[in-house]
């Protein structure tokens, strides 16, 4: 079975995700870094960009945005949507995917990896949310 049902449901979800992690360690540490992170995911297609680099002074540190090219990103993450759920259930090798080509990446790959060690509570905020939605207990 499919990780999403289709687009709306992914917008639904990292929206979602976006509102509870928007303050959090990582979210930090990719505003700290100047970063931009864009994931494309394929089946069904969504583009996730995690923009640490623009949020003003007084904003969270970290803006998540669909579908949008700009500001452009430092790296991209490319891979199906249930590789991308994997990776967000922090289930994913993400070192291991990359080299067998499950996972594709363009630009400032090991930038990026340098953030993986601060990603556990984003994993752990995206089960919580997804066990949430399987009880029916989330407004997401």
């Known amino acids: 079975m499919a990780a999403y049902r289709d687009r709306d449901e992914m917008v639904e979800i990292f929206g979602t995700l ?22 494309v995911y394929h089946n069904p297609d969504l583009v996730l960009v995690m923009d640490g680099l623009t949020p ?12 949008v090219a700009a500001p452009a990103p430092d790296v991209t993450f490319e891979c199906s949507a249930d590789v991308g ?13 990359l080299g067998r080509g499950i996972v594709k990446a363009r630009g ?13 509570p984003l994993y752990e905020a995206y ?14």
């Open 85 to 97: 759920h994997q990776f967000w259930s922090g289930k994913l090798d993400v070192p291991q995917a």
């Open 127 to 140: 089960r919580a949310m997804m066990e949430e939605r399987q009880a029916g207990t989330t407004g997401a």
């Open 56 to 67: 003003a002074e007084g904003e969270q540190p970290m803006a998540m945005r669909f579908d």
């Open 108 to 120: 400032s790959i090991a930038k990026a990896l340098k953030l993986l060690p601060m990603m556990p």
């Open 18 to 39: 976006a509102q509870r992690v928007a303050s959090s360690h990582a979210a930090k540490a990719l505003h700290d870094a100047g970063m931009v992170v864009s994931f």
